[in-house]
Structure formats: C-alpha cells, structure tokens
C-alpha cells in the first residue's frame, strides 16, 4: 500500500480505533498514551509527561496502561473487520514506541470483537464491596483463558494467599503513606476536575470500604456512598509472566483489557490493584506467593456487583485529538 495513496477506509478505521482505546484502563486515570495514525500504521507511543514518576519511577505501570489501551484497539480494529501485524517495542532505539499495528488485512468483522467494543463503553471501577453472590468458577475459567491467551498468567488465590496479599498490601500502604512524594503525586491526580484526566471525587470512596485485601488509601475522601458491606466473596488474582521487562508489562496490559472486557461482558466487577506492585518489597512478596515462578504485575479483585447500589460514574476521558495524531495522513492526502 503507498504512502502517497492511503486507503481512507483503513486510516479511518486506524484513527477510530485510537480513539476507541482512550476507553482503556489506566494507572489514576493517567491515561499515558499518544497514537499516529500513519497512512496504513498505527504506532503507539508512551505520553512521558503522564508518567507517574514517584510512583512509578521504572515504568512498569505506564506499559500495562498502554498495553491496555493497545488490546482495546487491536479489538477495536477487529470489530471492524481488520487484522494488523502487531510488532511491540519495534524500535531499540525509540523507548517510547511501544507498539506498531501494520500489515493490516481487511476481513469480516468479528462479532466477538463488536461485543468487547460494546463492553468497552460500560467498563468502569467500582472500589465499594462486591455482593455475596459468588462468581461462578465456569466464569472465572473464561476470564483465566483470556489472560492465557494474551501471553500472561491469572493464579486466583487461595484464602491462604489472600491474607499473605492483605498483608502485603496494608504494609505498601503504610510504606506509601510516609513517602511524601507519592502523597503529592497522588494529591495532584485526585485534583484534575475538568482536565480529562484523574480520579474525581464521584469514583473515591466517602469511607475506606471492608474488604479482605485494603485498597488505596487516596489521601482523601470521595463522594462515593459506601454501605456496610464486605467482600467476602471476592476473588483475587494475581496477573504474573515469566519475565519483568517493558515487553511483558505492555503484553500484562493487554492481558488486563482481555481479562476486564470479558468479565464486563460476563457480569463481573473487576478492581485492579497496583500499590502492591509500587513498593519493592511487597513485590517481592508477591512473587513468593508465585513461590518464585513468575513476577507480578498487578493484583485483581473480582466479584459481582452489589444490584442494590448504581455503578459509579465513568472517570473522565481526554479529546481524541489530544492523544491521536492524524497529521501525518492529512499530509498525505493533500
């Protein structure tokens, strides 16, 4: 296909399905990344200035909110019926190309494809207690098989491990807490009303919620009514890989949008849980929960939404066209 001659059905799909990805999960709603649609590429770029530098000072968490973003437009992509060549971290030279999506072929649309795409618009973070309900083990199976398919691992936990995970997680808490660093990193990322990006005051708890494994504590309080439930039948997972390099963090990324449209489809709420991940030695104890197997990328919590209480508001999104750059198209249509 030419560069002089783009095919404008498939830069139009290209520049759709970087906007689509903006739907994508990330690190306190960073969103940390920028997309070029090329007359028949699309590249995927770390937003270095979206970083979280104190928190997360190797990148890991920036490459699995990317790695999200890239399987929502990789779905995105196939809903409208094209398969791309996807070459991660094509370029040695250029950290911040994490992904290239070429050799795009043109087939049938994937109604599986078009279901995630539907998915992708109701996903969102509900940090209050699941219900008692529990998840039905065939469901936890589907969700397991989706991770597995994209090169990364989901162990759910025993109750065993749970409480070696509540433990390492109330302990990065308390590291977090002393660093003042975080605390004003996070302070500026639960303070970005009207900037399309961050956590508002609607999606934080009012009150820290019972649950088995301690959440975040944001440093302040939301707007989010929280009642007195427990999330007894919660289930953890642990999303592992056999290495820990920017490779399989972009690849855990994708693994975490295939693991959380499918259970969005399935009817299952899914938190991630990253400060257990942020301090060195809590990640280290993860990996002994791996029993030295693997290395952890990030905590999930899954269960079943409480019916009694609506879903917390979607958190807010960047313009298109702060994160997707079509210039290089337009220069080659003119």
């Not at 269960?303 to 220069?331: C, F, K, Y």
């Amino acid at each position: 296909m030419s560069h002089e001659t783009p095919d404008r059905s498939l830069t139009t799909a290209l520049a759709e399905a970087a906007a689509t990805a903006g739907h994508a999960p990330s690190v306190h709603n960073t969103q940390p990344w920028l997309w070029r649609v090329l007359p028949d590429a699309l590249e995927l770029r770390a937003a270095q200035d979206r970083r979280l530098a104190a928190t997360d000072p190797d990148g890991r968490l920036l490459a699995v909110s990317c790695g999200a973003a890239l399987h929502h437009a990789r779905v995105a992509l196939a809903a409208e019926g094209w398969v791309p060549v996807v070459e991660r971290l094509p370029d040695p030279a250029d950290a911040d190309l994490l992904a290239r999506l070429t050799g795009l072929r043109h087939t049938e649309p994937d109604p599986d494809a078009m279901r995630l795409v539907q998915c992708m618009q109701v996903r969102h973070t509900d940090r209050r207690p699941v219900s008692d309900e529990p998840v039905p083990a065939a469901t936890l199976d589907e969700i397991a098989g989706v991770v597995d398919a994209e090169g990364t691992r989901l162990q759910l936990l025993d109750a065993d491990q749970v409480m070696e995970l509540a433990a390492a997680a109330a302990h990065a808490g308390a590291v977090e807490a002393e660093d003042p660093r975080l605390r004003e990193e996070l302070d500026y990322w639960t303070n970005r009303a009207g900037t399309g990006t961050g956590l508002p005051p609607e999606v934080l708890p009012a009150q820290p919620p019972q649950t088995t494994v301690p959440g975040r504590d944001f440093g302040r309080p939301g707007t989010l009514s929280v009642d007195s439930g427990h999330d007894r039948a919660a289930v953890y997972g642990l999303l592992f890989g056999d290495e820990d390099e920017p490779d399989s963090w972009l690849r855990a990324g994708e693994a975490l949008s295939a693991a959380w449209l499918t259970a969005t489809r399935l009817g299952v709420s899914v938190v991630p849980l990253s400060g257990v991940v942020e301090v060195e030695g809590t990640r280290q104890a993860l990996r002994r929960v791996l029993a030295g197997l693997g290395y952890p990328y990030l905590v999930l919590r899954l269960g079943i939404a409480d019916p009694e209480h609506a879903g917390p508001p979607h958190t807010p999104r960047l313009e298109a066209a702060q994160v997707v750059d079509t210039s290089a198209v337009r220069d080659a249509q003119a």
